[in-house]
């Protein structure tokens, strides 16, 4: 889940200054579980652009608003959205890319929203970091545990010297990721896993921006048959 917050209602309000209409866009997953996005989220922002002069013609609330289909959907059906001066977008990047995608580039489509980071889930209204996306993932040797997400340093062969009782000495409120990556490797009779010296990261393999093409576009001589 992609963990978002509010921007400041100031710099959304000085972004859309001489705009007089709007659409709005949620997100009914990641959005929506952050209280960022949901159907409340796009109440209170067309309540709020309203008392400040700009008419809101019409909101959609997507299941994912990263899904490019869903999207295209939206602007095939809802009359007030090709109209608007400015789509406001209340979503993560992902989301205010895919429909700035879909848009025409003449209307600006704007976010509403931060993206903080990928979280796991505790349970709801409860989010932990634990993946940085980098494109090499390490847990096959650490536990479940990333320390190149959970280290601040993102230090790849060990704790650095700076631990005192397990704890980080970046953030002391969190106990080391490598502390924790050795008891956890400890109880599943895997320590021999710390002997490995792992090589410097390849931050190559995360390089930006990244897409992945499960199909291959169907050929114009292939529809045809």
């Known amino acids: 889940m992609i963990i978002t917050k509010k921007k400041d209602i100031g710099k959304l309000l000085d972004a859309l200054k001489e705009k007089k209409s709007v659409y709005l866009f949620g997100c009914d997953s990641c959005a929506e579980q952050c209280a960022t996005g949901g159907q409340k989220e796009l109440d209170e922002m067309a309540r709020i652009l309203k ?25 095939r059906t809802q009359e007030g959205l090709k109209k608007a001066d400015a789509v406001l977008v209340l979503a993560c990047g992902a989301g205010v890319r895919t429909v700035a995608d879909v848009a025409e580039e003449e209307q600006p489509v704007l976010p509403a929203l931060d ?44 704790p650095c010297g700076g631990v005192v009782d ?26 021999h896993l710390m002997k490995k010296i792992s090589a410097p990261k390849d931050h190559s393999v995360g390089m930006r921006p990244r897409k992945i093409l499960l199909r291959e576009p169907a050929r114009k001589a292939d529809r045809k048959k």
Request: proline letters at 3%; aromatic letters at 8%; a negative charge.
């Open 51 to 75: 008392d400040n002069g700009i008419e809101v013609l019409g909101s959609s609330l997507p299941e994912e608003t990263c899904y490019r289909q869903l999207i295209l959907k939206e602007y």
């Open 166 to 191: 397990g704890m980080c000495e970046v953030n002391i409120d969190n106990e080391c990721a490598w502390v924790r990556i050795y008891n956890r490797l400890k109880k599943q009779d895997r320590l």
């Open 115 to 158: 993206s903080l980071f990928l979280a796991t889930v505790e349970r709801v209204g409860r989010f932990f970091e634990g993946c940085s996306l980098c494109g090499e993932c390490v847990l096959i040797e650490t536990g479940g545990i990333c320390p190149h997400t959970e280290c601040p340093k993102g230090l790849l062969n060990g």
